[in-house]
Each structure stands twice: as C-alpha cells, then as structure tokens.
C-alpha cells in the first residue's frame, strides 16, 4: 500500500487532517485502533471556539452543527455567592459554540466516506519505521492480515496514549494537578442558558450542557476517585451546593454517562522529527478547564495541511520546517490560559480554605469580574484568538 500523508489515529486530529489533505489534493489514509462505534461515541469535550467554526464552515462540515450546535455569547463565573457574567459579544465581539465532540468526529467521518477516503478502524500493532526518509507503517487490519502502508510523511494524531509521540525525541513539560474532574451526562433540559464555573469552598463545578434535552456537569473530585463511589444522589446534592445562587434551579435527571477525567498540563518539544509530524493531544494536554483540547489540534492540523500541501506539492520545505515552532506559540498560550482557569477556580488546598492561595484567587476572580481589561483577557482567550494571530 502506499499513500501521501499516513495518519495514525482518527479522532478530530486525524480526520480533520485528512480532509484538508484532501481539499488540497493530497491523498491519506488513516489508521485507527477503536472502532467507528467507539469514535463515534467517546464523550469528551463541547466547547467549539470562534476560529474551530469558521473553519468548519469554510471547509463544509457546518451543516449539523450549525443546526445543533448551541450558539453562546458569555458564560458565567461564580463565586463567594455572587454570579457573574463574562459577556463576550460585549467584550470582543464573538463566541463559542457547545456542540459535542463526538458531533464533530460523526460529521468527519461521514464527510471522508462520502469522499471515498480510506479510513481504517479496528486496526492493531501500529509501527512506524523510516521516520527519517522513507516512512512506511506497519500495522495489522481489521481482517487480521499484516500490512504496511508506505509514505511520504507520517502524521502522528493518536492521542495522548498513542505511539507517535516516542518515535520523536524530545522534551517534556508536565504538570499535574491534586484534583480529576467526575463528569456526567444527564438525560435533563438545561435550566441555564450559558456555561457557569463555579469557584466553591468544597471545590470546582462546572455547569454545561450538550442539547435542549442533556445537561453536561462535572465536580472537582480527588485525583483517585472512582466515579462508582458517587451516588446519583450524591452528585445532585453536591452540585446544587457548589451551584447555589440566587433564582438558581438545577434540573435533575437520569445520567447517561458518568466517568473521571485527570488533569494535566503537558507539552512534548518539538512536534516534528523527519518525516513524523505529532498533532493534537499526541503533542500536548490542557486541563479541561479552558475548554481548548479539541481547538488546539483542530489549529495544529490547519497549520500541517497547508505545510505538508507545499512540501508534497510544490517541495517547498519552509512550511514543515516552521510547523514546530508555529503551533507551540498557540499552545504555550492555550496552556498558560487552562492553566491559569483551572488555578482560579478550583479548591487547591482543601484543609485551609483560609489561605493565601484562597485569598488570591477570589482577588482574581474579584478583579476579573470588575475590569473590563481583565474580562476582556479572559473573554478573548476563550472565544479562541484569530488562528493567524501572532502569538
Ligand atoms: N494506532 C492507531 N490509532 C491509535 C493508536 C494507535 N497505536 N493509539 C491511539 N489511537 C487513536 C485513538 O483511539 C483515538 O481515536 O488515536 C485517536 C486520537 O484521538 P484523540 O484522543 O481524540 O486526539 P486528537 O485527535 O488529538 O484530539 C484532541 O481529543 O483527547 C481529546 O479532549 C481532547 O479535545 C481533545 C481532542
Ligand atoms: C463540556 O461541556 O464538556 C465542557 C465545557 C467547558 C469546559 C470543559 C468541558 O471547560
């Protein structure tokens, strides 16, 4: 077999990759561990930044989202009682859109197919060999049969648990956090129109939604917490005390979907060795709290496709040459804004709620509140900085 761009792993890396490969003539094909199913219905994040649904819409894959996709314009931080509202279209003129991940990954993989792409799912004992000249990947298909795919580039998009990342030596900057998250979906109509964060004494919640029908909700938990130790009732008591404020209703409902979500901060250096390019969470994590995951390598791979169309197309090398440096700009500052929500908002020193720490972080929050230059810092971070910002 052989291929242009072999791409290793088909979540919104991979597959967005694949599409922009293809807008500019280039052909992939992309391999992927899990099954369709699996992709399809991973539940991960929902928060599609401003610059994320321009290019989907540039690019044709708008047509469900912006149907369902549920159009916001601020959100609210909450703290010390009081409910605050960080009013984007005010601030800088633009907003979010919650529309699920999985949505995303659905809409991908229906536009490759209808394109006749050759996607791989159920694909095991992945290896990538040639990295510095002639790349070819090894793998077993979904038939059981050995196969190996050669290329001209490899593209790693596996994740953060995938292969790619070890093939390209480099150096770690890792954080991680005392606290996970333990999230839910439940079968209950929004009763808030907006996001809400919510700084509380006992910990951090977050309000949020996917449809007019499901309610998305997390709790700041120990890092070593299984979500079977959370009662239904359980989570809804704890919520509606870290949620309280005034005219405030929290609607209950069946849960869908309850699991655990770790906390990191992480980036690998550089993102290219050779012919191996890492894209997405195989690069980098960002705690969830800046809702920037799915954005940063939806950017990541904007910036690939159009250097791997020159190289591969032109033999213009100066694209491939600067995609490193290019997308670490965008997610050192993706990883100094998650990081500086996640430090904001939640309970990070549980046995004295009286401490330094404590009185920063209402100062903080006090005077993000209250200053239409810090609010607007906030506000332009989350609604996503222009892709072709200098960062
Ligand atoms: N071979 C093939 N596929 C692999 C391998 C492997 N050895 N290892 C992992 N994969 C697949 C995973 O099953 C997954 O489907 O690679 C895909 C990686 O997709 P994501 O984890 O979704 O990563 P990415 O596309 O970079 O998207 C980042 O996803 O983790 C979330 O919240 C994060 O929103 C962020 C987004
Ligand atoms: C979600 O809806 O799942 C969500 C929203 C905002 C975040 C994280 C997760 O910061």
Redesign the pocket.
Known sequence: MRTQVGI???????LLLSHLLARQGIDSVV????SRAY?EQRV??GVLEHPTVELLRETGLAARLDQQGLAHEGISLRFDGGDHRIDFADLVGRGIVVYG?QEVVKDLIAARLADGADIRFD?SD?ALDGITDAPVIGFVDADGKRRELACDVIAG???????SRAAVPHTVHDRQYPFAWLGILAKAAPTHHELVYANHERGFSLYSMRSPEVTRLYLQVPPDTDAADWSEAQIWDELAVRLAAEGFVLNEGPLIEKGVTGMRSFVAEPMRHGRLFL????AHIVPPTGAK??NL?IADVRVLADALAEFLRDHDESGIDSYSRTCLRRVWRAEHFSWWMTSMLHNVDAADTDSFTRQLQLSQLRYTVSSRAAATSLAENYVGLPHQAAL
Request: proline share 3%; glycine share 22%; hydrophobic share 45%.
């Open positions: 290793v792993g088909a979540g919104p890396a991979g391999l992927e561990c899990r992709v991960r994040a991940q694909v992945v998009c596996d994740g953060f648990h995938g292969i894209a997405g969470d195989a995951g799915m390598a």
